[in-house]
């Protein structure tokens, strides 16, 4: 009764959370078998946790990060980087979103504000509409997938997974992914005959890269001082920041500041200085102070909006968890989850073949539920079966997040292909014609992923 119930409500247009919830109150108040309180009692001690504590500051640090003035600089960053590739724009694209997906933490500030940038220059610059959009909607599916990220928190504290892995799971598919795009834009460039969209210049090009090998190598010096000179953390750790700071108004680096964003949250956290909570705050702190201080782009006023901004989207993130709270635990107590996965397992016992299937689910649930959502629901029902196949569930929770991801770009309830169609004034169907020929980059990574998961675990067992 409890799933015809949800599945009544959805059909009636209710947002899912409020389904959710209230399919769980209805069946309270007709089988009677616990009080009504429950609901609320569960939904309460549902976001009573602490690893949630990280979801309002990844989106405060994330909204800062799009409000500062730090997407100019990344664009032009990854610019002067392949700009002068053939089909250049394209690549700026995808490389811009590479290093973006380090802060923001999700596909729809990525697509909302380096995007806006990235499609208005591409159209400048004689690409169609449809190209533009279809590369900007791709290339934002990397937000969740690049550390940090939002899914992989919520997904974490669901599952009982470290957030910490699941973030360094992230790096290398994330670079497949990005390798992958920019293998499309080049056959588009090709089948095209695109040139360049800036002229090759050894100067710019040298600049990039001096930057990128900084951003590199910073981490590793710190590393060999402490481990291997035997210099005390914290202090080497500040020094090492306070040059560089230096070297960035020495040289007047571009991007060197906001891209070293994930790496201090990455070494935080393998490093035990700081757990993902207290790495969320930090990277709030350097936002504000890369923000108000150092670039001298971020206002009071603005800072006001961008918390009232974070404020209503953790409120609804935080709604969805809590009702899924008590959802999950209704399917459990009613036996539902046990049912689905007795007959999942009647069905196969081959991993690989459950994988396959879970995909194919994953891709039609994300087509009707936003991300936190769609989590939310499918961890209590499709994690138990993972641990009794021996699947690892940080390499599942991968899968299922570029899962959803994917989702987000199809109707109906795709909201990047809500937000692009918005951004570059072109319909809905168009924008949907103009995304389909990015699946095959993103379907052809996630067969990879899904069945290599070596590509996912190398990193997280180095250090988890």
Known sequence: MLKIVFLGLMALGLPVAIAMAGASLIYLFWTQ??????????????????????????????????????????????????????????????????????????????????????????????????????????????????????????????????????????????????????????????????????????????????????????????????VKAGLPAQPTVFAGIVVLFAADKLFKFQAVLPIMTPVLLIGGMTTGIFTPTEGAIAACLWAMVLGFAWYGTLTWKMFVKVCLDTVETTATVLFIVAAASIFGWMLTATGVTAAIAEWVLAFTREPWMFLLLANVLMLFVGCFLEPTAAITILVPILVPICQKLGIDLVHFGLVMVLNLMIGLLHPPMGMVLFVLARVAKLSVERTTMAILPWLIPLLGALAVITYFPALVLWLPRMFF
């Open 33 to 226: 078998s616990s009080p009504p309180f429950v609901v609320i009692h569960r939904m309460v001690s549902g976001i009573d946790s602490f690893p949630l504590l990280a979801v309002p500051f990844f989106i405060l640090a994330g909204n800062l990060m799009n409000n500062a003035g730090i997407t100019n600089r990344i664009y032009n960053y990854a610019l002067a980087l392949v700009g002068w590739l053939k089909g250049g724009l394209g690549h700026v694209n995808v490389v811009g979103s590479v290093v973006f997906a380090g802060m923001s933490g999700t596909a729809i500030a990525d697509a909302a504000g380096l995007g806006t940038i990235e499609i208005k220059a591409m159209k400048d610059h004689g690409y169609s509409s449809e190209f533009a959009v279809g590369v900007t909607a791709a290339s934002a599916t990397l937000g969740p997938i690049i550390p940090p990220s939002l899914p992989f928190v919520i997904y974490g504290m669901m599952a009982n997974v470290s957030v910490g892995a699941l973030f360094l799971a992230g790096i290398l598919p994330g670079i497949l992914l990005g390798a992958m795009m920019m293998i499309t834009v080049a056959w588009f460039a090709h089948k095209n005959g695109w040139g360049s969209d800036i002229r090759f210049e050894w100067p710019r090009v040298i600049k990039a890269l001096a930057e990128t090998a900084v951003v590199a190598g910073w981490p590793v010096a710190l590393w060999l001082l402490i």
